[in-house]
């Protein structure tokens, strides 16, 4: 171990103990690879030194090459609905919901088998009929007629697995294992009555209950198909949290399964953000405000700050409404701030790190 001055800390290094604000709350928990956006939230806690590993353990860690220039995404944002690769798209996830929702209503009803790698090329087909990782959120977002029916929710997760695992740097073996994670994560839901999965109201506590079970389910399920071990503990723990706050098991960190790690992020992260039988879809900003408020406590650090970069940096040039009623677009990601860019309206420019009380309530 080796105490750093924060200004010395450098991309790459390794936490050798928890790193605590100036009023005590861990800010950056041990083990965690250092990036420019946890420098910077070091550094913007008054925090003047570091204890940092000399043990290499960074060897399998993705870097930050991989994050667009901003000057990269004006391209990328707008979503025109008439051009050839949208209708590829759309024709292909169509295809791919009516042949997944088939074959998964078999399995579970019908005691069908499984075949991973079939139904993994049909959700590639997809990543496939489009020109890049940022053209498929923006696609994914532009669905909003579709109902929040598990098969929806399973392929949209899926698919941001799979853009996912390109930001964390996979390879193509574990790309394909996490993107079959997440269409396999939620086939519990399948054996809970779905007058509770549909409910449009809030959940009664015994129904509740009854849709936790849902993970334990699939689990179980899955176990019985002898699939890929990954694909089963994602499907069990995919509602567990870091700091044990999570269910059926309430396991922490190390104890939860890598894959299941990622697909609770991508899994969260498309519910909320999509329309629900009880509300209308989130904003963007409002997710990326809650993960920011306990994302290193609930979620590993490394793999939540590499989504939420990524996430962020693909709405740069998107037309918002803001909260105060004006509308603008995003031309500055604040890296200590990611849920509060820097907009340019009609008259002015609004920092909303520096404001507070505006925020981000839709994407145009």
Known sequence: MKTYFVSDLKEGMVTGAEVYNDQGYMIVPANTVLTKTIINKIANNNVFNVTIS?????????SEDGLLDLSELAATQSVDTN?????????????????FSDKINDIVHKNAPIDVDAMIDNTLDIVKATNSPLGILAMISTLKNYDDSTFHHSLNVSLICNIFAGWLGLDEKQTELVTACGLFHDIGKLLIPQ????????LTDEEFQIIKT??????????????DPHIQMAALMHHEKCDGSGYPLGFKGD???????IV???DIYEAMTAKRVYRGPLSPFTVISIFE???LKKYEPHYILTFLEHVVNSYVNCHVKLSNGEEGDIIYINKVSLSKPL????NSFIDLSKNSNIKIEQIL
């Open 343 to 346: 907009i340019k309206t009609n």
């Open 264 to 266: 609770t992020i991508a």
């Open 195 to 202: 007058e509770i999965i549909q409910k449009p109201g809030k």
């Open 83 to 99: 051009t050839v690769e949208y209708k590829e798209f759309k024709k292909a996830y169509d295809n791919n919901v009516e042949d």
């Open 255 to 261: 104890k939860i399964d890598w894959c299941a790690k």
């Open 293 to 295: 408020e306990d994302g």
């Open 214 to 227: 849902h993970p334990k389910k699939g689990y179980d399920l899955l176990k019985s198909k002898n699939v």
């Open 54 to 62: 000399e043990e290499d353990i960074t060897s399998g860690a993705a």
